[in-house]
């Protein structure tokens, strides 16, 4: 499953995939959808309203509008938490794993052929070297040690 995520701290070259996570961000212009998607999304049930990375790229894909993991210069620093999330799938007896696969599920007929990775490497990104990755882990421990000295812990 680890070949399957894809890390912009790790590629060298853009890469198009089928959903995006917010695990490092996502920009979204407001032009990439209309008011429809606010008629499905009170037609849709209520564990696929959760997993909302899931939903906007399933919206995405609906309007024929390409994701990509585009490089980053390292990794990114962890400010958010989905304890909330996961707290209120156990309160409403859901969990992710399940309402993910509804969501993929509910958009079946919208997602773009060929497009997902396969497992024999046809279309895997291409990856940086390791002495980049290695170089850019280093950066990334100074910015993580400034943030930490800038704003503490989080």
Known sequence: MARHIIESPYLSDAYRVGVLTANYAYLIRPSFFDAQIYLDFNQIPNDIRRVDDIWLNGQAAKQNIARYVIPSCCSHISVTRTHVLEDYLVRNRMNRLAANSHALQWFKTIWENDLWYKFDGQNEPNYRSWRMI?????????????FIVYFGFI
């Open 134 to 146: 290695i170089y850019r882990e280093w950066i990334n421990i100074i910015f993580n040690f400034k």
